[in-house]
């Protein structure tokens, strides 16, 4: 369990998550037929059940947390350093272009350029060998999935594998 | 089809090359992923599954049981070698394996661990043999409110694997049993959190949550600590397991065997309580008590047979009933569905062949796993040298094929990148993926059957207590659930008494995930 205030922060959250899908995205985002049988069978009835009790469960995580001792402070959350929130930014936007960059360069290449992007992130300390496994894996994968499984792993017209 | 045209099937399935073939390299990468410390078993599963698409059925699902086994008994050699096991169920193995490594008698540790892991691997295999047919058999008589009830129970097993809080775990649960709600309603066809988006007609794919869940929030924690694992791995040594023993280690390797059987086959207990049950059993019963936790070879004995013998059992209520009984299982689960088979009563009449034919391949996969665990603790040097930055990004990679090669969508690979990010908030906040992993899977089957039955009732709730079978699966639920209610007050209050005020426990936020 972590501190008081940020499971406080949580189910709150929570709560309001579960109102949201309450009002907003299960009436926006489910649409429900105009004749019904009952309303058991609505597509709307299992999601609506769901927010309620998740909503309820983020009010019970509220109360706990009220009738825990103040001085009970939790486990230790280790807060983020600057290079620690530099290097997590740098592998939410590594992943972003990854997955953008398949459409463009194809699988192989992104994954080539993904993994070596990530040695490098990451700081690894023999880049040479990161480099070569960031070669030889996805080659070796398309190989696998391409020839043997027969799927059509996504490539583009420049440095095409057989 | 008799039953003896079915076994002789099913034989026939597991005498090829090919079958053999695949549940040696199941077993091979499931040994080596356990062995790595940061891989879990979990991981080794949902990664291996992409593999096994363009696999015929019985070959694939060897191949996943293969890295089910191999993993269970992995997480035993970085236990001994290193202080720090590979998977969460060899936790106990630790505590007498270590202090065994210390005194140059590592070998002796691994050898007795090997040994007691395939003993009760086999006799959890046999009483999957004996029971799951038995069980399948009763539970030709259900029809939807039966499912409906026993899918209900199975949801406390959600308890079980919801670590510290139970409140985090049902949070965790909905937030699963939600997601399994997008895409077109099964009854009228309408669009449900679809928002105009052609890629979510289908619902979300269960492979790219899986692997979302399981392998990319540990690349994340990763990435915010990028340290090597550090550890001293202990040397063999010349001494090795003697008969005698082995022989004075028996009684609690089969009585280890049997509480793996018998908390394996409960869903949501797990293999480390078993391991630990097995363990404090061990202890209260041998004469050599006061060696325990020091170097005593019967504590590693009694700790594997306990994790291992859960292996087969938590097989039964996913062959028997169609309900996984732990998270590898629920993956396995999945695994089923994509090769076009439902576990489950049924499954026995229709694919009866499949069925003995596993029963007849897990039995051969204790033989390999002997021989193959043999191997693998002579190479662990080697094992445990792979480099943490060649290991995750390799883990990513694979995990961006895999997730694609499922439907040929580049939108899946988005979607477990999205679920990926989600689970390390979630790692970062304590609320346990386990729980989200298992209420996503049965989620469909829970609300399918609640509105066939209702179908078939015209509306009417009273078809949920229609018989016998529905009353029994209502009182254990209710059982179940008032035990974790009094359970988890009994250990809040434990720890309201035993936290040192204004003293923080010591766990790190950015550690890998905890036990499940």
Redesign the interface.
């Known amino acids: 369990?972590?501190s008081r205030r940020?499971e406080f922060v949580?189910s709150a959250f929570?709560v309001v998550f579960g109102l949201l899908?309450c009002f907003v995205?299960i009436p926006l985002?489910?649409?429900?037929?105009s004749s019904m049988?009952?309303i058991?069978?609505s597509?709307a009835f299992?999601?609506t059940i769901?927010?309620v009790?998740?909503t309820a469960?983020?009010v019970?995580?509220g109360i706990?947390q009220l009738r825990r001792?103040r001085?009970?402070?939790?486990?230790?959350?280790?807060p983020?350093v600057g290079s620690?929130i530099l290097?997590?930014v740098?592998?939410?936007v590594l992943?972003?272009i990854?997955?953008e960059a398949?459409?463009f360069i194809g699988?192989v290449w992104a994954?080539v350029l993904?993994?070596a992007a990530?040695?490098f992130?990451?700081?690894?300390?023999?880049k040479i060998?990161?480099l070569a496994?960031?070669l030889i894996?996805?080659i070796l994968?398309?190989a696998?999935?391409y020839h043997?499984?027969?799927?059509?792993?996504?490539q583009s017209d420049v440095l095409r594998l057989p | 089809m008799t039953l003896m045209d079915q076994i002789g099937m099913g034989f026939g399935l597991v005498a090829q090359w090919q079958s053999v073939g695949y549940l040696v390299l199941g077993v091979t990468i499931g040994v080596i992923a356990g062995a790595i410390p940061g891989m879990s078993a979990v991981m080794a599963v949902a990664l291996t599954l992409p593999f096994t698409f363009s696999l015929q059925p019985i070959f694939g699902i060897l191949l996943l049981l293969g890295v089910y086994k191999g993993g269970v008994f992995g997480g035993s050699i970085p236990a001994i070698l290193i202080k720090t096991p590979g998977t969460p169920a060899s936790s106990a193995t630790t505590i007498d394996g270590y202090p065994l490594a210390e005194k140059g008698q590592a070998g002796k540790a691994l050898d007795m661990a090997l040994y007691a892991s395939c003993i009760a691997d086999l006799v959890s295999n046999l009483a999957l043999i004996l029971f799951a047919g038995w069980l399948a058999s009763f539970a030709l008589q259900f029809g939807p409110p039966e499912f409906f009830t026993l899918i209900l129970f199975s949801l406390t097993i959600i308890a079980g694997v919801s670590g510290d809080s139970l409140l985090k775990g049902c949070v965790s649960a909905i937030l699963g049993l939600l997601l399994a709600t997008v895409g077109l309603d099964l009854v009228y066809g309408t669009d449900r959190f679809i928002f105009g988006s052609a890629n979510l007609m289908g619902g979300l794919n269960f492979i790219a949550v899986l692997i979302g869940l399981f392998a990319i929030p540990e690349i994340f924690a990763y990435v915010r600590n990028p340290k090597e694992i550090d550890g001293d791995v202990r040397k063999l040594g010349h001494v090795h397991l003697s008969f005698t023993e082995f022989r004075h280690s028996l009684k609690s390797i089969i009585r280890g065997s049997f509480i793996g059987v018998i908390l394996g086959a409960i869903p949501g207990i797990g293999a480390a309580p078993a391991a630990f049950v097995s363990y404090s059993e061990a202890r209260r019963n041998s004469p050599n008590r006061a060696n325990f936790g020091k170097g005593e070879v019967e504590g590693v004995a009694a700790a594997e047979a306990g994790n291992n013998g859960v292996a087969g059992a938590t097989l039964i209520p996913l062959l028997a009933l169609g309900v996984p009984g732990d998270v590898t299982t629920a993956i396995i689960i999945g695994a089923f569905m994509i090769h076009g088979l439902q576990p489950g009563p049924m499954m026995f009449a229709t694919n009866g062949d499949i069925i003995y034919a596993i029963f007849i391949g897990l039995v051969l996969s204790s033989v390999i796993l002997l021989l193959v665990g043999g191997a693998a603790i002579r190479g662990f040097r080697y094992i445990a040298d792979v480099p943490r930055y060649v290991l995750l990004p390799s883990v990513l990679v694979l995990s961006v094929y895999g997730v694609f090669a499922v439907n040929n969508s580049v939108f899946d690979v988005g979607v477990m990148f999205a679920i990926g990010a989600i689970g390390y908030g979630m790692l970062l906040l304590r609320i346990p993926a386990a729980p989200f992993v298992i209420a996503f899977i049965l989620g469909p089957l829970l609300e399918n059957n609640f509105r066939q039955s209702l179908l078939m009732s015209q509306g009417s709730l009273d078809i949920f207590v229609r018989g016998p079978i529905t009353w029994f699966f209502w009182s254990l639920t209710l059982l179940a659930v008032a035990v974790i209610i009094r359970q988890t007050l009994q250990a809040s209050r434990e720890r309201a008494v035993l936290t040192p005020l204004g003293t923080p426990s010591a766990m790190s936020s950015s550690g890998t995930r905890p036990a499940e």
Request: aromatic share 12%; glycine share 10%.
């Open positions: 369990m972590l940020i949580l929570i899908l995205a985002g489910v649409d429900t037929p049988r009952s058991l069978l597509p299992w999601p769901l927010a009790g998740l469960a983020g019970l995580l706990a001792k001085e009970d402070v939790g486990d230790v959350f280790e983020l620690e290097r997590l740098g592998f939410v992943a972003v990854y997955f398949i459409a699988m994954s993904a993994f990530f040695v992130l990451t700081g690894a300390p023999n060998i990161g496994a960031a894996l996805p994968l398309f696998f999935f043997v499984a027969g799927v059509n792993i996504p």
